[in-house]
């Protein structure tokens, strides 16, 4: 089997539920990431280990989780020259607002792309993104994905104007 071209890392087992949809999405697409558990609080070691050693694994994007104060996917990025897409995750007396702040209020010179409170799905669609620039089949799977958005879209909009018209 091939060396996965995206990670998946995330702060906690209990946020697994939402980031189960980002690990699913990217099967959709073919992409079977590497999936870990770690947090830039708990085990910073690891962290850091895994941040300086994904690219030489053959790892061209990662997308990091985390609820709370979300420092992870900030640590990754600054120990790593690879994308790092960050998704922060609801739950905690915030509702994630904390964790949406502390994800996007990079300070410049380490820019970390931030998702939607909970973006998951958006965050490994952005990742077949980046690797569909350097894989035309990667690339004609996604835009058969964005067509089959958009007939869905139509046949719902017809649906509608049947109702209008009954
Ligand atoms: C964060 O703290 C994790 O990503 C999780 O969202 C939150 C709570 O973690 P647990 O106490 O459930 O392990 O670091």
Request: contains cysteine; aromatic residues 6%.
């Amino acid at each position: 089997m091939s060396q996965p071209r995206v990670a998946i890392v995330f702060g906690s087992e209990s946020d697994w539920p939402v980031m189960q949809k980002c690990v699913a999405q990217l099967r959709e697409f073919g992409e079977e990431p590497f999936v870990e558990v770690m947090s830039a609080h708990r085990n910073p070691d690891r962290v850091h280990e895994f941040a300086t050693c994904a690219a030489e694994t053959g790892v061209q994007v990662i997308i990091a989780a985390a609820g709370l104060s979300n420092a992870l996917a900030g640590a990754i990025a600054a120990n790593t020259c690879l994308p790092v897409l960050g998704v922060p995750l609801s739950g905690g007396p915030l509702s994630g607002f904390d964790a949406l702040l502390s994800t996007v209020q990079m300070p410049p010179g380490v820019p970390v792309a931030t998702f939607s409170v909970d973006g998951a799905k958006n965050a490994a669609l952005f990742a077949v993104q980046i690797l569909a620039q350097n894989d035309e089949a990667l690339a004609k799977r996604y835009q058969e994905f964005k067509s089959a958005q958009a007939e869905v879209v139509a046949r719902r909009n017809k649906d509608i104007q049947g109702k209008l018209k009954a």
